[in-house]
Structure formats: structure tokens, C-alpha cells
């Protein structure tokens, strides 16, 4: 499958089933409404006749990589080493393939723990060029999705947001290496990167949520089944995609 080998030696994640429950509350809760924060998670938790304090939501948010999507100011100071580029999409007009690819990463739950799940898309037809799945947030399993898409071609704009994997050296010298320009979201709009948002929300409804993962062959075994799925789906009328690497 050409996945990373940490992939295929998942054990899962230490948090109590308790956490676990909540987590899947959070992430369902919030591929619903992306906008909402830790304090109105734990409004919503309450709701449903869960008692969480916001310090555990907030936690657990940050582990499961959820971000409230709207403007915020910009309140911390990028580590060194790290690289932030220009936002270079707005107003552009999609008009072929390999012109715009973006990237991100989002949570899966699995039955005794969760992974995480990254994805190159085109933003033209909407094909998943690659994926991988990983138990950690390192970069590694973003640079294994990169270095696969990229032997099938590569795109004019590479679009990420401005998260720790991206910004990195590894990351930023691997795609400004391949002659690609370099695009980043502005900090706190994930909207600028909207098609992956839309992916994700198709990934979880149409494949993830009726799913309950016990191992990690079985998810990459079925979410490759999807993907294939997703990139000959004809409900967009511009998918000619072949099989994601």
C-alpha cells in the first residue's frame, strides 16, 4: 500500500473510553458546526447530559487537532525555523488540473482509539491524489502523502494551512524543491482552504461514521475502498481520477 510504517503498528491511544465517548461527540459535533469553540462544545455537551469542564474539552480538542473556524487575532509567535507564505488563492480562478493542490489533516476514530488522517486533493477535479494515516501529528506521514502525489505530477500552488507540519523545513523545502509555489490560509481562516473542509465532511458522513475501525488494516483497507469510490464518483461532472496513491 506504500503507507509509512508507523501506520501498520498502531496501538491505541491512551485515553479512558470516557475521553474516547467524548471525543467522538466533539468530532461529530464539530464536522457539523466547524465554528464552534471549546466554550460552546461544553454548552452543547451539556445538552446532550454530558458534564465536561472546558479545560478537558479544550485538551481534547488540541489533541484531536479542532480549531473553531473564524477570524482571530494573531496572539503567538511562530517557533523558529518555521516558514509562513502568502496566501495566493484568493480571487483565482481553477480552470485545469495540477493547477491548485492543498493539504490537511483530520481526526478518525478508531473502536479502541483514534489516528489521523491526511489527504492531497486537487482543487480543479476534486481527486484525492494521495493519503495517509498515522497515530501521531509528526510530519512524516504529510511528507509519505507528498512524495507519492508528486510522482504522478505537481501542481503550479501547493495550499496548506499554517499548522506545525507545514511550516516546518521538512515540509516547506520538499515542495519549494519540486519548483511548486508555496500558499498558506491566514491564520484562523480555514476556509481559505475550504475543499479539503468539504472533503473531510464527505469523508466522515459517507465512510467513517457508518464504520467502527477496530484495526488498522481494516481502516486503510476501507477508507482506500472509499477513496477509490470518491474519485469516480460522477456527481461533480469533473472527476478523471485514477486510483489514489
Not at 54 to 67: D, Q
Not at 109 to 138: H, K, P, Q
Not at 209 to 236: C, G, H, I, M, W
Amino acid at each position: 500500500m506504500g503507507l509509512a510504517r508507523s501506520t501498520w503498528y498502531y496501538e491505541p491511544v491512551g485515553e479512558t473510553e470516557e475521553n474516547l465517548e467524548i471525543m467522538r461527540l466533539l468530532d461529530e459535533q464539530y464536522t457539523k458546526t466547524p465554528f464552534y469553540g471549546s466554550r460552546r462544545m461544553v454548552a452543547w455537551l451539556e445538552s446532550v447530559d454530558r458534564i465536561v469542564n472546558r479545560k478537558r474539552v479544550s485538551r481534547l480538542m488540541r489533541k484531536m487537532g479542532l480549531e473553531a473556524i473564524y477570524p482571530k487575532p494573531r496572539l503567538s509567535i511562530p517557533a523558529p525555523g518555521r516558514r509562513t507564505f502568502p496566501y495566493l488563492l484568493r480571487g483565482l480562478a481553477i480552470t485545469r488540473p495540477n493547477q491548485v493542490w492543498s493539504t490537511d489533516i483530520t481526526y478518525i476514530r478508531m473502536r479502541g482509539g483514534f489516528m489521523y488522517l491526511t489527504a492531497i486533493l486537487d482543487w480543479y477535479s476534486r481527486c484525492v491524489l494521495a493519503w495517509e494515516l498515522s497515530n501521531t501529528m509528526d510530519v512524516q506521514f504529510c511528507l509519505a502523502a507528498l512524495e507519492r502525489a508528486l510522482r504522478g505530477g505537481k501542481p503550479d500552488i501547493f495550499n496548506t494551512d499554517q499548522g506545525s507540519q507545514f511550516t516546518g523545513h521538512e515540509f516547506t523545502s520538499h515542495v519549494l524543491g519540486a519548483g511548486v509555489q508555496f500558499s498558506m490560509d491566514g491564520r484562523g481562516r480555514a476556509l481559505d482552504n475550504i475543499f479539503v473542509e468539504r472533503l473531510w465532511r464527505t469523508v466522515k458522513y459517507e465512510e467513517v461514521y457508518l464504520k467502527d475501525y477496530a484495526t488498522v488494516p481494516e481502516a486503510v483497507q476501507s477508507l482506500a475502498a472509499y477513496f477509490r469510490f470518491y474519485n469516480t464518483d460522477v456527481r461533480s461532472g469533473l472527476k478523471q481520477c485514477t486510483d489514489p496513491a
